[in-house]
C-alpha cells in the first residue's frame, strides 16, 4: 500500500472522529436525505472544490463537474444531473462556476491535440468563433485569456436556460434561477458576471419552447 493510499484512508478516520466529536448525530442526520438549494455545474479542476468555496457544508450543494464547466445539449450526464436536482431536489439555484486558469479553455485557444479530449475541446472552440471579433481584438494574452473564460461561462448559462429541463420548471412556476461565477485561483474570490435568469423572456425567440 502506497504511503499516499495509507495517508487518503487514515484522513477519512480521523474526519469521521473529529466531526463526531463536534456532533454525535451528523453522519445519521446526513443520510437521512439531502434538500440542498443550489446545483453547482463546475470545472473537474482540483483547485476549485464547490463546498469549501461557498463554506457549505455535505447535503447543501449537488455538483456536477466536467472540463470547462460546459452545458452541453446532448451530455445525458449533464442533463440528468440537471433534470434530478430541478425535478426531484427542487433546487431553487443552479450556478455554472468557471475559473481562470482553465486548462480547458486554455487548450481551446490554441490547435495541439491533447488525445480525446479534442472533441470536448471543440465546444470550446465554438464559444471561440462566436465572440472571436471581442476576444481577437485584445492584445494580451492573458487579459485575452481571461476574457475567454468569462464569456464561456456566459454562454453556458444561456445553454442552461435553452435546456427543456429549465424552461419546464418556469412554465410551471417554480422557483429557480440560474447564474454564472468566475473563481479567481490567485485570490479564492468569484466574480459574479451578472448573467442571471429566473425565466426564458431574455432568450430568443427560437430558444422559447411551448409546453
Known sequence: MSDFYKKILDNNKE???????LDPN????????????????GCSDSRVPANEIIGAKPGEVFVHRNIANMVIHSDMNMLSVLDYAVNVLKVKHVLVCGHYGCGGVKAAMGNDSVGIIDN?????????????????????ETDRFNRFVEINVIEQVFDLAKTSIVQSAWKKGQELSIHGWVYGLNSGYVTDLNVNFSSDKDLDDVYQLKF
Open 120 to 140: 470536448w475541446i471543440r465546444h470550446i472552440k465554438d464559444v471561440y468563433r462566436f465572440h472571436h471579433k471581442e476576444l481577437d481584438a485584445i492584445e494580451n
Open 15 to 21: 474526519w469521521v472522529e473529529s466531526t463526531l466529536a
Open 26 to 41: 451528523y453522519f445519521t442526520d446526513l443520510a437521512m436525505g439531502q434538500k440542498p438549494p443550489l446545483l453547482w455545474i
